[in-house]
């Protein structure tokens, strides 16, 4: 029902690395938002279409 919902959604949020902390960077050059920052910055490819990672970047959801 409505619980199992609301554990969807703060699935979808987690980090697809570490599934501890929020995603909250996005990785270029391919813009993929699937990490916390820490893991981000360790990723040297993309977990989602393998392109390089130049740089993983903090984003502020308001």
Request: a negative charge; one cysteine or more; hydrophobic letters at 35%.
């Amino acid at each position: 029902g409505e619980r199992l919902q609301l554990q969807d959604e703060e699935d979808d949020s987690l980090c697809r690395i570490c599934m501890d902390a929020v995603i909250d960077c996005v990785l270029l050059e391919c813009g993929h938002m699937v990490t916390c920052t820490k893991c981000g910055k360790r990723m040297s490819e993309c977990p989602i279409c393998r392109q390089y990672v130049v740089r993983a970047v903090h984003v502020f959801k308001s």
